[in-house]
């Protein structure tokens, strides 16, 4: 059994302070890269995951699908650099890009196809056919 510290005053923000410690120890950690932004949606067939991915060369990708989870990693470079770094703006993202989501349902991962048109990340997944309930019966003995 632990001890618990009988304090006689309340303390009303020793809980936000806990909460904003965790935070700040959050955002100490070292960044995961691009996270790019999906649309996921379901056909009565498959799962489909659309991602803009704009200038990652395909061949930088991979993409896995364990445990229910899909995984998308990869790289992009950036070609040209300007020796003059005197930015109005820089906006465009590179390095390393990350994203891992949910299915929503059990799909063939072998079945599982990718296609990328336009800057967009198309992931094809086909679903397994739903098991249907079973009856069972119970007998008296």
Do not use: C
Request: net charge neutral.
């Amino acid at each position: 059994m632990s001890l618990i510290r009988w304090s006689p005053f309340f303390e009303p923000f020793e809980g936000m302070d806990k909460m904003l410690e965790e935070m700040q120890a959050m955002n100490s950690r070292p960044s995961s890269g691009i996270v790019p932004p999906v649309d996921m949606y379901e056909t009565k067939e498959a799962v489909v995951v659309e991602t803009p991915i704009a200038g990652i060369d395909p061949k930088h990708l991979s993409i896995s699908i364990d445990n229910g989870m899909l995984s998308i990693k990869g790289t992009s470079e950036r070609k040209t650099e300007v020796d003059d770094k005197n930015y109005y703006r820089k906006e465009v993202r590179h390095g390393s890009i990350y994203r891992q989501v949910a299915l929503p349902s059990a799909v063939n991962e072998e079945k599982t196809e990718a296609s990328y048109e336009n800057g967009v990340l198309k992931i094809l997944m086909p679903k397994i056919g739903e098991k249907k309930a079973i009856k069972v019966e119970v007998k008296k003995k």
